[in-house]
């Protein structure tokens, strides 16, 4: 069964400084990956995928990921924080092909210190 | 941009009652979607619909969870008898095809069952 891990419940950081959120998966074949950011009350807006190809993607908000197949992780990274990055980020994994839908991780809630 | 919308944004309900929670997924999609979002944990996948019929659904989709897409538009989540922790934000995504893993998410539908 296929299952993610994002190992921090909690992350501080400063406004302008850099971002990386954890995230391993469990999967048996090649997944397809996701981040996405909830704001408070809000629903779920992606924010970038992996799906094939160059391993380090691309997002929305100057977020990006990469994928490393040796690590089974996709972390996600910000060089700058904004104080509207505080949010709660999900990283999720899917199967390739068929009805299946996406299994998440327990998130991880990300503040901004001034 | 197409996005999925999701009606009603909050319902509040006496345990044992019925409650429907209403989907209009993007409209050349083909997968469906509901996940549950209790209060500060993650979000948990409760059934996939394509072709008209069910593909997979969690544990937590009992008997009193049913699903229905009446027409060429909505997609429907009837919860039979409510429970108090049933309690949740309830997310309808949908997906354009299978070779693509991505969810689209619509706002949520907040249930308070008392």
């Known amino acids: 069964a296929q299952s993610v891990t994002q190992p921090d419940i909690h992350i501080t950081v400063s406004e302008g400084a850099s971002l990386e959120l954890r995230c391993n998966y469990s999967y048996g074949a090649t997944p397809y990956l996701f981040w996405y950011v909830q704001s408070p009350g809000q629903g779920l807006q992606l924010l970038l995928k992996?799906?094939?190809?160059?391993?380090l993607v691309q997002g929305i908000k100057g977020f990006e990921a990469e994928f490393k197949r040796s690590q089974s992780s996709f972390n996600l990274r910000k060089p700058s924080v904004h104080w509207s990055d505080a949010a709660e980020y999900f990283c999720a994994v899917g199967a390739r092909g068929g009805a299946d839908g996406l299994t998440f991780g327990k998130g991880t809630h990300l503040i901004i210190q001034p | 941009e197409p996005e999925v919308t999701q009606t009603p944004s909050h319902q509040v309900t006496q345990m044992g009652q019925e409650v429907i929670l209403r989907c209009v997924p993007i409209?050349?999609?083909?997968?469906f979607y509901w996940y549950r979002q209790i209060l500060g944990q993650k979000v948990e996948f409760l059934v996939s619909?394509?072709?008209?019929?069910?593909?997979?659904k969690s544990e937590i989709f009992d008997d009193q969870f049913s699903v229905e897409r009446p027409d060429g538009s909505n997609f429907t989540l009837k919860i039979r008898s409510t429970k108090l922790e049933d309690s949740a934000m309830y997310f309808c995504?949908?997906?354009?095809?299978?070779?693509?893993?991505?969810?689209?998410f619509g706002e949520g539908s907040r249930l308070t069952v008392l």
């Open positions: 619909f394509y072709n008209n019929e069910i593909s997979e």
């Open positions: 409209s050349n999609h083909l997968y």
């Open positions: 995504a949908s997906r354009g095809d299978w070779t693509t893993g991505e969810l689209f």
């Open positions: 992996y799906f094939s190809g160059d391993t």
